[in-house]
């Protein structure tokens, strides 16, 4: 019963995601509070529309002016919210810790969506839910997971490490990938311009080691680059099997691969 509601909660935070993400990034830079617009036809959606479930069930899947198709990511988002929000009110108690875990569940599906729609990880996005995740780590790194002190300054500082130490490697990361590049391309006349890590990435592993702490914030790192070599060699073998050919200087975008696994830290670390 209490999934239920929450469910339902992250139903409303999907449709909140889904405005954020049409909106903020750029070209447009809209504010979160604007009405969203058709990408076709720059027509106000109407508050149907915004609910992509309500949307796609009544079978108004297409913009009211231009007929334009609305994106599947709006119902397919809502959906993922409502589901990841029932499974953490079914594994932890209702309180504070429940509300901080949905809050940023919710901010990292925000990026990831942003992040595989722009190639683009947003500071307006990550630079506050860094601050946020500073605030909240009494909450999020209680050893218990049921403790709470007013004001752990311990647990504060554990985060902070977290932060500095995920910010500096995936820096130090960023700048051999540059450095690498500059080689690769001393003698090239078609230059190629994919870094392993960009800055995005930079402060995305900035936030999770924010919100996991030292030494978590290591495993979350290795996960990541794992898991994105692992969808780096399916997509290589995805375009063996299509085109019998592949480009060896595929950009992986590593920020889902960096919100999946530090998502998993936060919500799945094993109770002590
Ligand atoms: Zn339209």
Redesign the pocket.
């Known amino acids: 019963m209490l999934s239920l509601l929450v469910a339902l909660i992250g139903l409303a935070v999907g449709i909140l995601i889904n405005r954020a993400a049409d909106n903020l990034p750029p070209p447009l830079r809209r504010s979160f509070f604007e009405t969203p617009r ?1 990408p ?2 720059d ?1 106000r959606r109407s508050p149907l529309e915004q609910c992509g479930i309500a949307s796609f069930v009544l079978r108004r899947d297409k ?1 009211h ?2 007929s ?1 198709p609305l994106r599947l990511r709006a119902p397919i988002v809502e959906i993922a919210t409502a589901a990841l929000f029932a499974y953490l009110a079914a594994r932890y108690p209702m309180g504070l810790l429940l509300a901080a875990l949905c809050l940023f569940t919710a901010i990292l599906l925000l990026i990831a969506v942003i992040d595989i729609e722009h190639k683009l990880i947003l500071n307006v996005v990550v630079l506050p839910a860094t601050a946020l995740a500073l605030l909240f780590s009494p909450i999020l790194l209680a050893p218990n997971r049921v403790a709470l002190d007013s004001l752990n300054l311990r647990l504060i500082l554990v985060s902070l490490l977290g932060a500095a130490i995920g910010y500096s490697l995936t820096y130090g990361i960023y700048l051999l990938g540059i450095l690498f590049l500059r080689w690769l391309n001393r003698n090239r006349t078609n230059k190629i311009n994919t870094v392993a890590f960009g800055m995005g990435d930079v402060k995305l592993a900035g936030l999770l080691g924010a919100l996991v702490g030292v030494p978590a914030v290591l495993y979350v790192l290795i996960y990541a680059i794992l898991l994105g070599g692992a969808g780096a060699l399916a997509a290589i073998l995805l375009q063996v099997v299509r085109r019998r050919g592949y480009s060896a200087f595929m950009a992986i975008p590593y920020g889902p691969y960096l919100v999946v696994a530090g998502w998993a830290f936060v919500v799945l670390r094993p109770l002590p």
């Open positions: 058709c076709y036809c027509s913009c002016q231009c334009a």
